[in-house]
């Protein structure tokens, strides 16, 4: 994977510039194996990388106007761990969970154009997919897109239903590991 510098920029998006910040759910619980895929919370170490990345992002003084959060136990649990739901718009869709490239585009695309700022918090594979289809394909991220990584995409757009392959330019791309 082509890592680009842990220093998280977080420059807000410019008028014509659109800010996407995809955040994998940090790392989940595998101890009940009864437990339902979707019911599975976090783990002590994805607790920990959670609060880890929330901190991270009040350091570089990064809120989104938006978020769009998958049902699902655990990235709820990320979500709540960046301690950002309170001071922003949060929605919490079903749809999310296990959402492929396609999906995730689709809804990227019905955005209203008055957030500039957008966290999406979901799920492999479709995060990284919908990532390198945004940036133009694997030579730019090829590899695997871990347990509590962001991806901070821009897009040189005014309005998110103009999001298309290829148009957005990864800025930074960080992993819990690369924060502690």
Same mark, same amino acid.
């Given at each position: 994977? +082509?890592?680009?510098?842990?220093?998280?920029?977080?420059?807000?998006?410019?008028?014509?510039?659109?800010? @996407?910040? @995809? !955040?994998?759910?940090?790392?989940?619980?595998?101890?009940?194996?009864?437990?339902?895929?979707?019911?599975?919370?976090?783990?002590? +170490?994805?607790?920990?990388?959670? *609060?880890?990345?929330?901190?991270?992002?009040?350091?570089?003084?990064?809120?989104?106007? /938006?978020? !769009?959060?998958?049902? *699902?136990?655990?990235?709820?649990?990320? /979500?709540?761990?960046?301690?950002?739901?309170? &001071?922003?718009?949060?929605?919490?869709?079903?749809?999310?969970?296990?959402?492929?490239?396609?999906?995730?585009?689709?809804?990227?695309? +019905?955005?209203?154009?008055?957030?500039?700022? !957008?966290?999406?918090?979901?799920?492999?594979?479709?995060?990284?997919?919908?990532?390198?289809?945004?940036?133009?394909?694997? *030579?730019? @991220? &090829?590899?695997?897109?871990?347990?509590? &990584?962001?991806?901070?995409?821009? @897009?040189?757009?005014?309005?998110?239903?103009?999001? *298309?392959?290829?148009?957005?330019? /990864?800025?930074?791309?960080? &992993?819990? +590991?690369?924060?502690?």
């Amino acid at each position: 994977m +082509r890592w680009c510098s842990p220093i998280w920029v977080g420059s807000q998006p410019t008028m014509a510039q659109m800010q @996407l910040v @995809l !955040l994998r759910h940090a790392k989940s619980s595998w101890t009940d194996p009864a437990l339902a895929d979707h019911a599975r919370p976090l783990n002590a +170490r994805g607790r920990r990388a959670a *609060a880890l990345v929330g901190r991270h992002l009040h350091a570089m003084q990064w809120q989104p106007d /938006l978020v !769009l959060c998958s049902s *699902a136990t655990r990235t709820r649990q990320t /979500l709540e761990l960046l301690g950002i739901a309170d &001071a922003v718009d949060v929605e919490i869709e079903d749809s999310l969970y296990g959402a492929e490239a396609g999906e995730l585009v689709a809804r990227i695309r +019905r955005v209203p154009a008055v957030v500039k700022a !957008l966290l999406l918090i979901g799920h492999n594979p479709g995060l990284e997919d919908v990532t390198s289809v945004l940036i133009g394909g694997d *030579a730019a @991220l &090829a590899g695997k897109f871990p347990t509590g &990584a962001m991806a901070d995409v821009r @897009l040189p757009i005014r309005r998110w239903e103009e999001v *298309a392959p290829g148009i957005g330019r /990864l800025e930074a791309f960080v &992993a819990p +590991r690369d924060l502690s």
